[in-house]
């Protein structure tokens, strides 16, 4: 299937699942979900996947639900989870490296009737991701290069996700240079735009190339972070 945008049906039908938000309702609707949802994201996953390869050739990316695509279905068991069944936006996950693709650097986005989210890194490090980057950046020339990244991206109109700490850890100290990368829980920078770039699929490729292009040099950062994890 080739990829030329979602359906200008592809919004309402999400704001409807917010509306609805039930299982007998989707399971009524289900054949709407695969037209306008998910047979459009496994084109957009296979079209886009090419491109970015040319960004970064070791790459990870395949149309299935668990790789690329997650689930519409919430897992509504975890402790502090929203309890609705199911989600009313779309994520998209492309990752870098042979851990979980959600401690992996990743090239990422979603889309919902309010937004089209779009960011690069791990926006919320588990452990050993955390304990890697807090090595990382104890290195005083990396924890330079990585304020440097930084601030070129918020220069460009790039957002980074907010800091998770107030105190310091262990082996950082608010004199460092830079002492403010270790307040992060996670790291990733992102921009948010207008939905209904999705409904023209010439001008989201182009348009999310041009951001991922930007975003490159903190991916390969945070790619750098996770060749540094541990294994138990």
């Not at 084109?43 to 070791?58: Q, R």
């Not at 068991?77 to 042979?98: E, N």
Request: hydrophobic share 40%; glycine share 6%.
């Amino acid at each position: 299937m080739e990829f030329s945008g979602f359906s200008k049906k592809a919004l309402p039908f999400l704001e409807a699942i917010r509306q609805n938000n039930d299982k007998e309702w989707f399971e009524l609707h289900r054949k709407e979900y695969e037209e306008y949802i998910l047979n459009p994201s496994r084109a957009f996953v296979e079209e886009f996947g090419e491109h970015l390869m040319a960004l970064e050739p070791t790459i990870n990316y395949a149309p299935k639900i668990n790789k690329s695509l997650f689930r519409i279905y919430r897992d509504t068991r975890r402790m502090g989870a929203i309890k609705v069944p199911l989600k009313h936006r779309i994520g998209v996950i492309f990752w870098q490296g042979s851990g979980s693709r959600m401690q992996s650097s990743s090239f990422y986005l979603h889309f919902s009737p309010d937004e089209l989210f779009v960011a690069v890194g791990v926006r919320w490090f588990e452990k050993p991701m955390l304990d890697a980057y807090r090595e990382y950046i104890k290195d005083d020339l990396r924890r330079e290069k990585l304020a440097l990244v930084l601030e070129k991206l918020n220069a460009m109109g790039y957002k980074t996700v907010e800091k998770g700490y107030k105190r310091f850890p262990r082996g950082f100290h608010a004199d460092m240079l830079h002492s403010e990368l270790a307040l992060y829980k996670g790291m990733a920078t992102y921009k948010v735009l207008d939905p209904h770039l999705i409904e023209d699929g010439e001008k989201l490729i182009e348009r999310l190339y041009k951001i991922y292009e930007d975003m490159l040099p903190l991916q390969k950062i945070i790619y750098d972070v996770s060749l540094r994890v541990k294994e138990d």
